[in-house]
Nanobody, 115 residues
Framework: QVQLVESGGGLVQPGGSLRLSCVGSGTIYSSNTMGWYRQSPGKGRDLVARNRSGRDPEYGDSVNGRFAIYRDNAKQTEYLQMNGLKYEDTGVYYC?????????WGSGTLVTVSS
């Protein structure tokens, strides 16, 4: 079993920055896919960024160049550095892990971009 706990969300002004963290409990291997998804008001859950073993990080078109995903394997923690935040980045951000063919999700952390 894997449990994921996100933190770091909050209220930020347009153009600001936030760093989200996702701490995993249970065994998470460096080869396991981990990533972040966002659910904005009235929309579905969309990919923001993910790390897959042996590949370059992948980003959603709307965040490419502004967000960066990285992992600290020793701490089993996945980070999402978000810069240049825009109103449309508002939403609940969910951490995701895929291990042994199963998908695991955190409960989400809310990011609100507002002036």
């Amino acid at each position: 079993q894997v449990q994921l706990v996100e933190s770091g969300g909050g209220l930020v002004q347009p153009g600001g920055s936030l760093r989200l963290s996702c701490v995993g409990s249970g065994t998470i291997y460096s080869s396991n896919t981990m990533g972040w998804y966002r659910q904005s008001p009235g929309k579905g859950r969309d990919l923001v960024a993910r790390n897959r073993s042996g590949r370059d990080p992948e980003y959603g078109d709307s965040v490419n160049g502004r967000f960066a995903i990285y992992r600290d394997n020793a701490k089993q923690t996945e980070y999402l550095q978000m810069n240049g935040l825009k109103y449309e980045d508002t939403g609940v951000y969910y951490c995701h892990c895929r291990r042994d063919g199963k998908d695991y999700w955190g409960s989400g952390t809310l990011v609100t971009v507002s002036s």
